[in-house]
């Protein structure tokens, strides 16, 4: 490895450095450094980083990988800075971070850095990030025509409804409702359907991507920390399309704090995704967050899942309170029944009744229990139409689906 005192910027042979308050911190990332690099890199401070970026020749530097703890975190100007000086020169750069909250890691993201990694260091993931640095940028591509998608023209601009769909509990059959009630509408009919999207907005454990076999890709990462310089292009780059008909922007590949999304970073990506689409589904998190208001807000209609136990009627009065609390708009929210009793189970309406005037909600969807054929489907990736089209499920979905496209139309054609 070099040392600071050994860098040459004109005939450097250095391909990679580290920069840092000191690389000793980090022996981890030395040893992954030499593994991927051998000795083809050095390391600097922040103060040295400046001046040797700035005069080096624009060729043959891959990357540095700015590595900082909690104590760095007064300096995020002079880290913003040298990342701007690195880009300025075509230098990739990786931010290796220990102990940082979510709003630095947000700011240095958006700051220009290609790349993130938590320290300690999970196993070769600097290796795969170096690989994935150094291929060209990707295009997203329809499996079944091998053709780059393309985006809508200008004069295609859409006014597309959110729908949402919110779990108030894990299991309650979000995710299904989301996954399938897209499908539905994309395949309503077979000359003019509606174009649907559906966005994986769980952005730590969202399994879009496990329900209809889509890859998670990195340009959803990169997607959601740059919405400043978003466009068609980026968008489309990190949509993937299941079986020709769906559209959907999966949860990213690693696990990323909830907060490091801001509000406006949501709402720039809905209102992409409305003006190309005619119904953007988003399936959120369980947790409420910041821009949980965000898509309330900009939704036609908030699904919210939830089943007869004593958890889900928890969290829905939790859910009411703290809505109400705010002045958020509550009538927005449509409760969803999932595995609802049988038409024939007079003791179950009874309790589903009981459930209403107790928490003061009224549930207008009741979904039947699919039973295996549900989970079988979402195993293999393939939505209740492929897989059973007869389930009593599918059937009420496709209902809920078609109901929901006649009131959309209803509406336009008043407007």
């Known amino acids: 490895m070099s040392g600071n005192d050994d860098i040459h910027v004109d005939d450097s042979p250095l391909r990679a450095c580290t920069i840092s308050r000191d690389v000793q911190n980090f022996d981890l990332l030395i040893e992954d450094m030499e593994a991927v690099m051998g000795e083809a890199w050095g390391d600097l401070s922040f103060t040295d980083s400046m001046a040797f970026l700035e005069q080096l020749k624009p060729k043959g530097m891959e990357f540095v990988a700015l590595a900082i703890d909690y104590e760095d975190e007064e300096d995020l100007g002079l880290l913003e800075r040298v990342i701007q000086v690195a880009k300025s020169r075509d230098i990739k750069v990786i931010l290796i971070a220990e102990d940082v909250t979510p709003a630095s890691l947000h700011q240095l993201l958006r700051g220009g850095a290609d790349e993130f990694i938590p320290y300690p260091l999970p196993e070769n993931e600097l290796h795969n990030a170096v690989e994935r640095l150094r291929k060209p940028a990707p295009v997203a591509i329809n499996p079944a025509q091998s053709q780059p998608i393309s985006a809508p023209q200008p004069g295609e601009s859409r006014n597309g409804k959110v729908i949402a769909v919110h779990g108030l509990a894990g299991g309650t059959g979000a995710t299904t409702l989301a996954v399938n009630l897209a499908w539905e509408l994309a395949t309503l009919s077979k000359n003019n359907a ?222």
């Open 194 to 415: 509606p174009k649907v999207c559906v966005l994986d907005l769980d952005l730590q454990f969202g399994s879009v991507s496990t329900f209809l076999d889509l890859q998670r890709r990195d340009a959803v990462f990169e997607l959601l920390t740059d919405t400043e310089h978003m466009d068609d292009e980026s968008f489309y780059q990190a949509l993937l399309v299941h079986e020709e008909e769906l559209y959907a922007l999966t949860s990213p590949a690693d696990v990323i704090p909830l907060d490091m999304i801001r509000p406006e970073d949501i709402s720039v990506i809905l209102d992409l995704a409305k003006s190309r689409f005619d119904y953007v589904i988003v399936d959120m998190p369980t947790t409420l967050v910041q821009w949980t208001e965000t898509v309330l807000n900009a939704s036609k209609i908030y699904f919210a899942t939830l089943e007869m136990d004593m958890r889900s009627a928890q969290n829905a009065l939790r859910m009411k309170r703290a809505l109400q609390s705010e002045n958020l708009p509550f009538e927005k929210l449509r409760f969803v029944l999932n595995r609802a009793p049988k038409f024939t189970d007079l003791n179950g309406k009874t309790r589903v009744k009981r459930l209403e005037e107790s928490l003061g909600i009224t549930i207008e969807v009741q979904l039947p229990d699919g039973g295996k054929p549900v989970v079988n489907g979402a195993d293999h990736g393939q939505t209740l139409a492929k897989t059973a089209p007869k389930n009593p499920l599918r059937k009420e979905i496709s209902k809920l689906a078609a109901s929901l496209n006649a009131l959309s139309q209803q509406a336009e054609t008043a407007a």
